[in-house]
């Protein structure tokens, strides 16, 4: 799409450094130069303010990432876009079936509930739950990476999203400042809610989390 739209040698393209490396790679391929901005807390898509903020007289392009099946403020992006005369690409994910999506959504409000350890998603904007990202501060307590493996050997599966942001990758490091990216890189830890739990399986998860103390709070 940015090769179709002209976007080559000379061209800087905002994108996310949050998430997979592949839409760093494909500006590349482009001959176009990745400048990341930084995400929203809650929907962990690029966040427009920063995107404005990272615009200069080169940007062409803009690509927002839909991610863990909240979507980007398009409507926001699109505006900015309007104003500094950019495209606005945008990368979904694959989408379940209609009954699947009905089956997350019952899981992760029974997670909403239940969960006493950790700080729950923002179900917004009709959130399908690709994945159900909780966040684990630390503060003294065991921090994401502990939490993760001591929830583990509870025999509940869960993994961590994005465990480097692209900008902190060798081929694409920059002296950039994306104080939310980095928290939720983080924080950020995936709990189960695919379809094929039972009422048994998600009774463990809650109980493996919770088991591990309440909200953590700042340390004064």
Do not use: W
């Not at 005369?85 to 009954?99: I, N, R, T």
């Not at 909403?112 to 399908?128: I, S």
């Not at 159900?132 to 503060?139: A, E, L, M, Q």
């Not at 599966?157 to 060798?170: F, G, M, N, Q």
Request: charged share 25%; hydrophobic share 45%; glycine share 8%.
């Amino acid at each position: 799409m940015l090769r179709a739209a002209g976007v080559g040698v000379g061209d800087e393209v905002i994108v996310p450094a949050f998430g997979n490396v592949e839409v760093a790679e494909a500006v590349t391929l482009a001959g176009a130069l990745p400048v990341f901005a930084d995400i929203d807390p809650v929907t962990y898509c690029l966040d427009a303010f920063a995107v404005e903020a990272a615009v200069t007289p080169r940007t062409a392009a803009v690509v927002a990432v839909h991610r863990f099946g909240r979507v980007a403020d398009i409507g926001r992006l699109r505006e900015a876009g309007q104003r500094h005369g950019l495209l606005v690409l945008e990368q979904g994910e694959s989408e379940a079936p209609y009954d699947e999506i009905a089956q997350r959504r019952q899981r992760a409000a029974y997670l909403d509930a239940k969960l006493r350890g950790v700080r729950t998603p923002d179900g917004g904007d009709g959130h399908t739950y690709q994945q159900y990202v909780v966040r684990v501060p630390g503060n003294g307590r065991p921090d994401r990476d502990a939490f993760a493996r001591a929830v583990q050997a509870r025999g509940v599966e869960c993994r961590v999203p994005v465990k480097t942001p692209v900008h902190r990758l060798p081929a694409f490091r920059r002296c950039v400042s994306l104080p939310e990216t980095e928290q939720a890189a983080a924080e950020t830890l995936a709990l189960p809610v695919h379809a094929s739990l039972t009422k048994r399986d998600m009774q463990r998860i809650v109980s493996a989390c919770n088991a591990l103390g309440g909200l953590l709070q700042p340390a004064f």
